[in-house]
């Protein structure tokens, strides 16, 4: 129950500090990675490959055993001088005994080597999940601010739409204009507060998302801050095969196919040990008891002492038949690494791919950038000239509200193309290397 009630106050802490600051991008990667089941899940991996490498490497030390027994027999049974007669007897034996490798055909040293391999193989694939929760919360922060920057329009919106409202129903109550002026005035600022509410409920949902990359409690009081960005349409695009030559040198996870790759030329070697002898050492000590009912016998003290014995020993094993088990080992592991080459080239074409696409997607965006801005401008512009218009009784509220609508459109459409490329004009920075 105290273990609970620290758990709540942790998070109750957590809360009042998310409410208390606006979330950085570089903080909410961090955090991320610090908290990501998936991250952890690869951190307990590179534990796991590392004790394999320890118990590799343990291999070259000898292997030590003791073993005691203690044996009952009735009847017609063996005697201290080596012959039977009828009588029960009992045995006592204790044994210590040692043995170790000395020639494996090199298994003992290619099986450490490629578990050593398989360890970095395995932290690359932690950086390669910490980059991939990045991306996923940068994409997540940035779609949060987008749609934080539409509630601030929407909320220019509705105060628009308020104090046009105003106005009418002063002239209204003056006489200067029809009272289906003000209703269509009033069914507008209707829509546009729907609209704001529907917006509050987007930008909600946005913060929810990215505090669930963050694994946070509750994305109650969770607030981001808008980072400061140049000028987007003035930015310069590196071409694709610039930058994938940069992210072949960096990325983890070209790194961790290479390694792979490695580990499986070790393999081949390890298969390979089976067509060599193997040599081993051992050594031992032993004692034993023996009793036999109706017969005077030494004490146990006695025996033990005089029944002590040592041996050394040393095997070879030439490996001569196995029914093709060796042969089809070793063509297993070639395959293997096999597909890793194959592996290892599909990652390289799928890194290429995948530069391309964000290139591509970046210049796309970039366009779409600079033409939704101009398009702002006039719109701007226009509903400028439109609310003058209005407001001297030139225009209906009708043309009134089209030209606000058309604002917010291109506004809207301004924003959504600035923050794509700004996204991937980061993913194409991160492909070479750079923090997001």
């Known amino acids: ?46 534990k796991s490959q590392e004790l394999s490498l320890s118990s590799a490497k343990s291999s070259r030390l000898p ?33 210590i005994g040692a043995d170790m490798p000395i020639y494996t055909g090199g298994q003992i040293a290619n099986n450490i080597k490629a578990r050593k391999l398989d360890l970095l193989a395995a932290m690359s694939d932690l950086e390669y999940a910490k980059e991939h929760i990045s991306i996923q919360v940068a994409s997540a922060y940035l779609e949060a601010l987008f749609q934080k920057d539409l509630l601030e329009v929407s909320e220019q919106q509705a105060q628009l739409s308020k104090e046009q409202e105003r106005r009418i129903e002063a002239l209204f109550a003056n006489g200067k204009c029809a009272e289906t002026e003000l209703a269509e005035i009033r069914a507008t600022v209707a829509n546009d507060e729907l609209s704001l509410t529907q917006q509050q409920n987007s930008y909600t949902l946005a913060l929810l998302t990215l505090s669930q990359l963050l694994e946070l409690p509750t994305p109650e009081g ?110 297993s592991a070639r395959l293997q690494y096999h597909n890793q080459q194959l592996k290892l080239d599909e990652t390289h074409k799928s890194l290429y791919k995948e530069i391309q696409q964000a290139y591509y997607n970046a210049l796309a965006a970039q366009k779409q950038c600079i033409s939704s801005q101009q398009a702002e401008k006039a719109s701007t512009l226009s509903f400028a000239l439109m609310e003058k218009k209005y407001a001297a009784g030139k225009a209906t509220a009708t043309e009134y509200q089209e030209s ?16 794509t490329f700004l996204f991937r004009h980061k993913i194409l920075n991160f492909y070479r290397g750079e923090e997001l």
Request: with cysteine; aromatic share 8%.
């Open 1 to 46: 129950m105290r273990r609970k009630h620290i758990t709540i106050a942790l998070m109750l802490v957590a809360c009042s500090a998310t409410a208390q600051q606006e979330w950085t991008l570089s903080q909410c990667i961090e955090h991320a990675i610090v908290n990501n089941i998936t991250i952890k899940r690869q951190e307990a991996n590179v």
């Open 63 to 95: 292997g030590v055993s003791a073993s005691a027994g203690q044996n009952f027999n009735f009847g017609r049974g063996l005697t201290i001088d080596n012959t039977y007669i009828n009588s029960n007897t009992q045995s006592t034996g204790f044994n």
């Open 222 to 331: 969770f607030e981001i801050a808008k980072p400061e960005v140049a000028d987007l349409g003035s930015m310069v695009l590196a071409h694709p095969d610039e930058i994938y030559a940069e992210a072949i040198m960096t990325k983890p996870q070209i790194e961790a196919e290479n390694i792979r790759l490695q580990s499986a030329e070790r393999n081949i070697r390890i298969a390979q040990s089976g067509y060599y002898p193997k040599v081993n050492f051992g050594t031992g000590i032993g004692t034993n008891y023996y009793k036999a009912s109706g017969r005077t016998s030494p004490s146990f003290g006695d025996q033990m002492r005089d029944n002590l014995n040592n041996s050394i020993s040393l095997s070879l094993s030439v490996p001569i038949f196995n029914r093709f088990a060796t042969r089809n080992q070793v063509s």
């Open 404 to 419: 606000k609508t058309a604002l917010f459109r291109a506004t809207t459409n301004r924003l959504q193309a600035e923050y």
